[in-house]
C-alpha cells in the first residue's frame, strides 16, 4: 500500500491529522492496533475541547457540530475549604467559542470518523507496527493484523500512537520525565450534592484535589487525584467505593456518587520527547507529551499537534512547499509542549502547598478570590487554559520574518466577523475551510484610487502566481462587498482593524491553521515575494510576482 503520509494511531490527534491531510490534498493510509470495539470500550477518557481547539476545527467543518454535542460550561469554580474561593468566568474569552466544552471521546471520535468517511478514508483497523525504516526517499513499514502483515510505502510518517508508543525511543529519540503528580483516577458517574452542575467545579483540600466535569446527559466526568500514601496497585482496577472514598476525603461537601457507567486510573508521570521529528518520522498527541489530567490539556494539545502538521506535510509532499517548512512543526509545537507542562507543573505545586500546609491553604484563597475579581486575573488564566495564548513568536520563521519587517508574525488569529456578497454574517475561519493560505489587503475608500487598484494587481498576480494556493481578499473598511478576480471583503465591525491593529495597505498572509504567518505595513509591500516563498512555491510556469513598488513603497 502506498501514500504520501502513514499515520499511527486513530485517537483524536491521529484522525484529526488523516483529516486534514486529505483535505489539504495528500493521500494518507491512517492503521490502529486495536480493533473498533476496543476503543469505543475503553470510556470515555479524555474530555475536555478548549476554545482554541474548537477554532482550529472550524475549517475541517466539525467544531460548529462538536460545540452542539457537547455540554458548555462558561465558568470554572474553584473552591478550598468550606466554600467557594474564587471563579474563572469565561465569557470574556476573545473567541466565539468561551467555555469549555465538555464531550466523551468515543463522541469526538466518530465525528471525526464520519468527516474521514466525507474524504473517502478508511481506517485499517487491528494493524500494529511491526517494523518502520526510513529508506532514500520516505519510509517502508510492517503493519501486522490478524490478516497478516502489510507492507506500506509512504513519504512520512506521523506517530499518533499514545503514551505507549515505542516508536520514538527506536528512533533514538530521548525524553524528559517528571515525578508523577498524584494517584488519579477518572469515572464517568452520577453524582448528587451541593454544587453548581452546569459549570467546571474543582475542589481541594489537605488529601488531594477533585474536578467535576458535567455531561449532557446529567453524568459528570471525576477526576480525582489523592496526594496521601503509595501509589496504588496500578494492576487493581478502581472500584466506585475507592472513588467514593477519596471525594469524601477532599470535597467540603457531600457529594454520592452512583451510576458508573467507567472508572479508570491514569499515569500522571509528566513526560515531553525531546524532539517532535526523527527524520521522515513526526510524534504528535500522547506519543510526544503527557501532562496531568487537571486542566484537560492533554487532548488539546494533541489536536493542535495535528493540525500544525498536517497542511504542511500536505503541502511539501505536493510539491508545494519546500521542506524547511517541516522544520517549523517541532520548532513550534515543541514550545507549546514546554509551555503547557510548565503550566501544569505550576498547578499541581500549587495544589501540593495547598494540601501540605494548612497556613498556606488559609492565606492562597483570600489572595485568589482578590486576584481573581480583577479582569486582568480572569483574562491571563482563562487565555492560558483556552489555549488561545498560544503563539509562534519567537520560533525562527518568525524572527527571520520580523527581521524583514514584518509585524505579529506567529500570532493567533481570532475568527473575525466581516462581510462578502453571498455572507453579510461571514467569519474568517470560514474562509479558512477553503485549502490554502489566506491573503488580505486592507483598503480603504478613502485612499487614492490608484492604491487601490494597484493592490488589486499584485493580488491578481498572487492569484495566477500561486494557482488556488494563496486566496487573495480585499478587505474594505467601509462601503460595500463585490465579487471579482479578486473579492472585496468589508470589516463590517472594524474588528481588523481593533483586534488585529491592521491599518490601511498593510497586507496579511493568514496561515491553515488560523495563525499569522506574517503582517506586512504598506511600505513593505516589495517583501512580499520573498516572504510567500518561505510558504510556498510558485508554479514553474507561472511569471514571477512583481509588486508595483511606486504606488505600494
Request: hydrophobic share 40%.
Amino acid at each position: 500500500m502506498k501514500a504520501d503520509v502513514l499515520v499511527i494511531g486513530a485517537g483524536p490527534t491521529g484522525l484529526v491529522a488523516a483529516a486534514e491531510l486529505r483535505r489539504h490534498g495528500a493521500s494518507v493510509l491512517i492503521a490502529d492496533a486495536a480493533e473498533p470495539d476496543e476503543r469505543s470500550g475503553g470510556g470515555s477518557r479524555a474530555v475536555v475541547l478548549h476554545a482554541r481547539s474548537l477554532e482550529v476545527l472550524e475549517p475541517l467543518g466539525v467544531g460548529t457540530e462538536l460545540a452542539r454535542l457537547g455540554q458548555r460550561a462558561h465558568a470554572v469554580h474553584l473552591v478550598a475549604g468550606p466554600r467557594r474561593t474564587a471563579a474563572i468566568e469565561l465569557h470574556r474569552l476573545d473567541t466565539v467559542h468561551p467555555y469549555v466544552l465538555v464531550l466523551p471521546q468515543p463522541q469526538l471520535e466518530a465525528a471525526l470518523l464520519d468527516r474521514l468517511k466525507d474524504f473517502e478514508v478508511g481506517v485499517l483497523w487491528g494493524h500494529h507496527v511491526e517494523e518502520l525504516t526510513e529508506e532514500a526517499a520516505g519510509i517502508s513499514a510492517v503493519l501486522n493484523g490478524s490478516g497478516g502483515p502489510v507492507r506500506v510505502e509512504a513519504r512520512y510518517a506521523i506517530d499518533c500512537g499514545g503514551a505507549g508508543s515505542e516508536l520514538a525511543a527506536g528512533f533514538g529519540v530521548t525524553e524528559r520525565n517528571g515525578m508523577p503528580a498524584a494517584s488519579a483516577v477518572l469515572a464517568d458517574v452520577r453524582v448528587d450534592g451541593d454544587f453548581a452542575p452546569g459549570v467546571v467545579t474543582g475542589y481541594s483540600a489537605p488529601d488531594g484535589a477533585v474536578l467535576l466535569l458535567p455531561y449532557r446527559d446529567g453524568h459528570m466526568r471525576v477526576s480525582a487525584l489523592d496526594f496521601t500514601g503509595t501509589p496504588p496497585d496500578p494492576s487493581a482496577p478502581p472500584t466506585l467505593d475507592d472513588l467514593q472514598r477519596t471525594v469524601d476525603a477532599i470535597a467540603p461537601v457531600q457529594l454520592r456518587l452512583s451510576e458508573p457507567r467507567w472508572i479508570g486510573r491514569y499515569d500522571t508521570t509528566p513526560r515531553l520527547l525531546d524532539h517532535y521529528r526523527a527524520g521522515r518520522v513526526f510524534f504528535a498527541g500522547d506519543a510526544a507529551h503527557r501532562f496531568a489530567p487537571t486542566a484537560g490539556l492533554g487532548l488539546n494539545v494533541g489536536v493542535q499537534d495535528a493540525v500544525n502538521l498536517a497542511w504542511k506535510l500536505a503541502y511539501v509532499s505536493r510539491g508545494l512547499a519546500s521542506d524547511s517548512l517541516l522544520h517549523t512543526y517541532h520548532a513550534e509545537r515543541h514550545q507549546a509542549g514546554e509551555q503547557t507542562l510548565r503550566a501544569t507543573e505550576h498547578l499541581h505545586r500549587l495544589l501540593r502547598r495547598q494540601s501540605s500546609s494548612g497556613f498556606f491553604r488559609g492565606l492562597s484563597g483570600p489572595i485568589m478570590r482578590g486576584l481573581l475579581s480583577t479582569a486582568t486575573a480572569q483574562d491571563r488564566f482563562g487565555t492560558l487554559f483556552s489555549q488561545l495564548g498560544v503563539n509562534y513568536r519567537h520560533t525562527p520563521f518568525s524572527r527571520s520574518h520580523r527581521e524583514h519587517g514584518a509585524r505579529a508574525a506567529g500570532d493567533r488569529v481570532p475568527d473575525l466577523s466581516m462581510a462578502s456578497m453571498s455572507d453579510p454574517d461571514l467569519r474568517l475561519y470560514d474562509l479558512l475551510r477553503r485549502p490554502g493560505y489566506l491573503l488580505i489587503g486592507c483598503v480603504s475608500r478613502v485612499q487614492p484610487r490608484a492604491e487601490r487598484e494597484a493592490m488589486a494587481d499584485l493580488f491578481a498576480q498572487v492569484r495566477t502566481a500561486y494557482d488556488g494556493l494563496v486566496h487573495p481578499y480585499l478587505l474594505l473598511s467601509e462601503g460595500l462587498p463585490a465579487d471579482g478576480e479578486v473579492p472585496v471583503l468589508v470589516d463590517t465591525r472594524r474588528q481588523f482593524r481593533t483586534r488585529m491593529r491592521a491599518h490601511v495597505g498593510d497586507l496579511l498572509l493568514i496561515r491553515p491553521d488560523g495563525h499569522l504567518a506574517f503582517q506586512l505595513p504598506r511600505t513593505g509591500a516589495s517583501l512580499l515575494p520573498n516572504l510567500l516563498g518561505a510558504w510556498v512555491v510558485t508554479h514553474a510556469t507561472t511569471p514571477a510576482l512583481t509588486p508595483t513598488h511606486s504606488v505600494l513603497g
